[in-house]
C-alpha cells in the first residue's frame, strides 16, 4: 500500500477517536436553547470562518438545502444566537453574524473544552504541538 494512503488513514483514525472523545456527554454553551446538530455546527462555522459567511455557503458546508438553512438560521436567529445583514458584495445575500452573546458563550466553550483534554496532549512539546495545529488547519482550509 502507499505509504501516504496508509498515513492518511492513520489521521483519519485519529479523527474519529477524537469525534467520540469530544461527544462523550459535553455540554453545549447556549444553555436552555434547543439547537440542533446543524444549528450548533452553523455557529462554529459562523464563528470561526475568515470569510464572510452567507446562507448558501453554510447550506454549502452542511449539505443542507437552501429551505432548511433559512429555517435553520431563522431560528438562531430566534434565540438572539445570529444576525443577518446585507451583503456588501452581493445585495439579493445577507452575511451572518454571531451576536455578542453567542461568540462569547462559542469562545467560553471552546476554551473549556481545550482545557479539559489539554493533558491528552502532554507528550508533545509545545513546538509539536504548534505544528500539528498548522498542519490540521492547513487541511481544514479545502473544506
Request: glycine content about 6%; hydrophobic content about 45%.
Amino acid at each position: 500500500m502507499d505509504p501516504r494512503v496508509q498515513h492518511i488513514e492513520q489521521v483519519l483514525e485519529s479523527i474519529v477517536a477524537w469525534s467520540r472523545v469530544l461527544g462523550q456527554g459535553r455540554s453545549l454553551p447556549f444553555g436552555d436553547a434547543r439547537l440542533t446538530r446543524s444549528q450548533i455546527d452553523t455557529l462554529f462555522l459562523i464563528a470561526h470562518s475568515l470569510d464572510p459567511v452567507t446562507p448558501s455557503s453554510i447550506a454549502t458546508a452542511l449539505a443542507l438545502t437552501p429551505g432548511a438553512i433559512t429555517q435553520l438560521v431563522d431560528g438562531l436567529g430566534r434565540e438572539g444566537l445570529v444576525t443577518k445583514q446585507a451583503n456588501p458584495d452581493d445585495a439579493r445575500s445577507r452575511v451572518l453574524t454571531l451576536t455578542e452573546s453567542a461568540a462569547s458563550q462559542v469562545a467560553g466553550f471552546e476554551r473549556e473544552l481545550a482545557e479539559n483534554v489539554a493533558a491528552q496532549f502532554a507528550s508533545l512539546t509545545d513546538s509539536e504541538l504548534a505544528r500539528l495545529a498548522e498542519l490540521l488547519c492547513r487541511t481544514r482550509r479545502t473544506l
